[in-house]
């Protein structure tokens, strides 16, 4: 994202440059803010083996990618599929649900008629049309039904009765379904599989037709493509209404709601508090859309990994977070691994020019594998592996996997994993379903999940947003001895930090009592021999009083150590 805003502060896309050449000017972006971030880590004082740093897209790291990809396809656990994904139509990709926000926000419900393709029907108060209410207009160009509950006597008679949709004419069925809230509305909402998360599920209940209205960039497409189910190819094309193609989809909403008003069929119009979703890294609203997509079958991997927590081997700090843990993992739908970006670990899948998918570890095994001349062209999938795909191999990844290296057999499993409670589910569970799938071993046996550090006003810290002071800068103020007790001093388990430089003037305060105090004592170490032998007869009242003070200090930080309470 910060390479593109650069590229388009230029008046260039990356399609301009093309992959090869925007992806060495990431490469250099990821040299210098990689090489800024390491710095800061290591002015702040941080203790790791340096020699041991690593990052997700090393060659070896890539190697044990493109291994687990292979594996989970081969054991039917990874598959492509045309299904309905968050899709950001500014950075061109899908998103897990893990990346969309929501947001809540006052928008309106807008309320419609929609009328009985039986003129002789009528609703028991005697109109001849129902009344959907919608937050999302634009979406009635798609919509393959109108449901109403089974349960709601006013029009439960009208079940299996049609309707004609309004602007393109077409005929769709009246269904009955219990996820119908009689009280939403007016009891009637469209139903637009395609276009909807809800819809969707509806759909596949009431064996209902799919019809895509959207392209890439959430505008209205020329032809829309029907499916007749999810998974299906698609099956035809209709016309889209010549006045909409082409339009983004506000605009389509706006022009819609005009011509529904000027022709009649607009009930009316009601304010209505909603949640949007936006994506977390381009703030734009999510749309619901049909594409081809590479999934991991999750709930095998996740029933291990459930299970590690049951039996204890895996413990989490806060206990809190073990609740959240389950049930999401109880939860879990099938993960999308596959983004529509050049930055990444490229899916390793080729296709030959009838569209066959063959996967593998390199083109030339694909080829070998399935005896392929070097007359059929192949094409690489141009799509790269969700960033977490490659994080959740990281406990073994880095330490030599798939070789038998002495630091995979030395170092893993590890001991505990400190991590942010943000990524609880985008990075943990992950790591615990892969580490167990892969090695039949947990990856670690406690996790400490820390809060964030926000802003004052509870944000997020990012470079999108410009809140983030460089710690740099802060260390050079404050120092950071002052910075790491602050963070500690005021780190509560598991709670977040609203940041701002009053918290370090109290740590800077104490590092300088604790400085002058060391000054002090060195001061008067002229005839100290730290190699002479004393003799604990000798001690005097103050020398035991100081020694016990110390030794009960040290038990108690072991005792909060254990426990993870580091502001104790």
Known sequence: MVVERQLGQEGISRHDLGREAFLEKVWQWKDKSGGTITKQIRRLGSSVDWSRERFTMDDGLSDAVKEVFVQLHEQGLIYRGKRLVNWDPKLHTALSDLEVESHEEQGSLWYFNYYFANKELTTKDGKNYLTVATTRPETLLGDTAVAVNPNDERFNHLIGQSVILPITGRV???????????????????????????????GKRQNLALINIFNIN???????????????????????PSEYIGLERFAARKKLVAQAQSEGWLEKIEPHSLKTPKGDRSGVVIEPLLTDQWYVKIAPLAKPAIEAVEDGRIKFVPEQYTNMYMAWMRDIQDWCISRQLWW????????DNDGN?????????????HKLSEQIRLRQ??????TWFSSALWPFSTLGWPDKTPDLEKFFPTNALVTGADILFFWVARMVMMSLYINDEIPFSYVYLHGIIRDELGRKMSKSLGNSPDPLDLIAK?????????FLY?????????????????????ANKVWNASRFVLSNLEDFDANAVIDEKEFKLEDRWILSKLQTASRQ???????????S
């Open 381 to 386: 999938d141009d799509d790269v592996l969700d």
């Open 490 to 510: 005021n780190t509560s388990q598991g709670q977040d930090i609203h940041f701002s430089e009053k918290l370090l003037e109290m740590g800077s305060t104490f």
């Open 344 to 351: 990444g670990h490229r899916i390793p899948a080729w296709y």
């Open 218 to 240: 959430a505008e209205i497409l020329d032809k829309f493509d029907v499916l007749t189910q999810i998974g299906s190819p698609v099956t035809e094309q209709i016309d889209a």
């Open 557 to 567: 930080i072991n005792e909060y150590m254990d426990k993870y309470e580091l502001d």
């Open 478 to 486: 404050y120092g950071a001895d002052a910075i790491r007790f602050s």
């Open 172 to 202: 769709v069925p009246i269904v009955g379904d219990d996820y119908v809230e009689k009280e939403f509305g007016t009891g009637c909402v469209k139903i637009t599989p395609a276009h909807d998360f809800n819809d969707y599920e509806m």
């Open 357 to 369: 998918v063959y996967v593998g570890r390199s083109e030339s095994e694909v080829r070998q594998k």
